[in-house]
């Protein structure tokens, strides 16, 4: 297992690439099974969960090709299991469900475990799948899903308690292309993410309104065809390199972003004191640390709300932002792991209840910390990145899941950070 040993410090300058969204490429990836024809992904970031996908899509029978960040998959041929052994490393390979179930007319699956962000159940999935027909049966940790005689189109709510769900849009979208008649998916994500998906579909042959909105309209058709498509930036790594470049920067550019997709994290990142200067395009932004700080009252909810996948690095900035900050998790009230570790740091931060209050701290310490997930691995780099001495981040392969090599674009800015084997 593989560490992260950051000396605190450095002054970050200089530009670096934002790779294709991981989050929008894992569905897209699994779309692939909907067509025998040859689909060519670019831009899929290299991260271990893309990697997990394309072995669950091999393990399924598909050809698949990767060669830097373009992915080829031809699914001629495709079996209706997925592998527990690879399914249960990744809960977004649930996204396997709804393109096999269109496809085969009956899917397998592993139920997701827990995990560490919070409960994430999949009732609303298999709610809208049962929608369009299907029948649905749990045994042995296996959920199997069997439509013997095709989906049929329906209205589905996919409203939750924490409001609509990304992925679970995404499997009765995908199941919805080849159902016949009309799907009307109401309370649906309207993530970039989503979109993204949607358009790839389109590409293919489908026939979907409204995606990117809370109405989806789909129509469904007989068959889909091969596409090339290009990846979305990824909204969260851009928005991690913002909050690296606001805690430890003096002028960080950042390439191929997208700007509508960053307007929460830039009016956070702006309202804390810091500048971000957007190219006209929309597509570059620099962002320049600010002199006069202030903290923050943020709350996630689902887009074009702030992120829940931001919320770990946007408190890792404000532990050292003058003042009290209020940070709520609405949609993953348990997603706040990383608060233990930073405190390890010197932060002073109390979590009730799903909401984390923070009192900014002149200056963190390192301490040996241990990344939890992803996005709060990410948190931990951050405030190392400002922290006195070197702080030694193990459990690497939480980072390695969703952010490609980030030692490498940290090194380029010039952070001082070394990635260690762990013996
Ligand atoms: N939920 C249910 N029932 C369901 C599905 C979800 O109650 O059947 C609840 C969840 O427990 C949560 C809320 O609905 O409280 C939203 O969850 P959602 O289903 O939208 O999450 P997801 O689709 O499984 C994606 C991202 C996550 C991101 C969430 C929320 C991918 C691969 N994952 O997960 O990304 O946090 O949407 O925006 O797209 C990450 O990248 O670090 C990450 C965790």
């Known amino acids: 297992m593989d560490k992260l040993v950051v000396h605190g410090g450095a002054t970050l300058r200089g530009s670096i690439n934002i790779s294709g969204s991981k989050n929008a490429s894992l569905p897209i990836l699994a779309a692939a099974i909907l067509t025998g024809e040859d689909c060519i992904i670019r831009r899929v970031p290299d991260v271990s969960d893309t990697n997990y996908m394309i072995q669950i899509l091999s393990a399924l029978g598909a050809d698949v090709e990767r060669s830097s960040g373009t992915v080829r998959i031809s699914c001629a041929e495709v079996i209706d299991e997925a592998p527990y052994e690879l399914v249960r490393r990744m809960r977004a390979s649930i996204c396997v469900m709804g393109p096999l179930l269109a496809r085969k007319g009956r899917c397998v699956v592993s139920l997701p475990g827990g995990c560490v962000i919070g409960d994430r159940p999949v009732d609303l999935h298999l709610r809208g799948l049962e929608a369009l027909g299907a029948k649905v049966e749990f045994e042995g940790g296996n959920i199997t899903l069997t439509a013997p005689n095709g989906l049929r189109g329906a209205e589905i709510d996919l409203r939750g308690t924490h409001g609509p769900t990304v992925l679970g849009t995404d499997n009765?979208?995908?199941?919805?292309?080849?159902?016949?008649?009309i799907t009307v998916i109401e309370s649906a994500a309207a993530e970039p993410e989503v979109l993204d998906l949607a358009n790839f579909l389109n590409a293919m042959g489908a026939?979907?309104?409204?995606?990117?909105?809370?109405?989806?309209?789909?129509?469904?058709?007989?068959?889909?065809?091969?596409?090339?498509?290009?990846?979305i930036p990824d909204r969260i790594e851009a928005?991690?390199?913002?909050a690296a470049a606001a805690l430890a920067g003096d002028g960080v550019t950042l390439r191929r972003v997208c700007r509508e997709h960053l307007k929460t994290i830039t009016a956070a990142i702006v309202q804390s004191g810091h500048r971000v200067d957007f190219n006209e395009a929309g597509d570059t932004c620099t962002v320049?640390?600010?002199?006069?700080?202030?903290?923050l009252e943020i709350s996630t909810a689902p887009y074009p709300a702030y992120p829940t996948d931001m919320q770990a690095q946007m408190t890792a900035l404000l532990v050292t932002t003058p003042?009290?900050?209020?940070?709520?998790?609405?949609?993953?009230?348990?997603?706040?792991?990383?608060?233990?570790?930073l405190k390890r740091m010197g932060a002073d931060i109390k979590v009730d209840n799903g909401t984390a209050v923070v009192r900014g701290v002149a200056q963190l310490s390192a301490a040996p910390v241990m990344a939890s997930d992803l996005?709060?691995?990410?948190?931990?780099?951050?405030?190392?990145?400002?922290?006195?001495?070197?702080?030694?981040?193990?459990?690497?392969?939480?980072?390695?899941?969703?952010y490609e090599h980030i030692d490498e674009k940290l090194l380029m800015l010039g952070a001082n950070v070394e990635r260690v084997k762990d013996r």
């Open 288 to 295: 320049y640390r600010g002199e006069t700080l202030q903290g």
């Open 172 to 181: 009765v979208m995908m199941a919805a292309t080849l159902a016949e008649g």
């Open 207 to 231: 026939k979907i309104t409204g995606a990117g909105t809370r109405r989806i309209v789909i129509e469904g058709v007989k068959e889909l065809h091969g596409v090339e498509h290009t990846v």
């Open 323 to 341: 003042g009290i900050s209020v940070i709520k998790d609405t949609i993953f009230p348990q997603r706040f792991m990383h608060c233990a570790e």
């Open 375 to 402: 996005r709060a691995s990410a948190a931990l780099v951050l405030a190392a990145l400002t922290a006195k001495g070197a702080t030694e981040i193990s459990r690497l392969y939480h980072i390695d899941r969703g």
């Open 239 to 242: 928005g991690t390199f913002m």
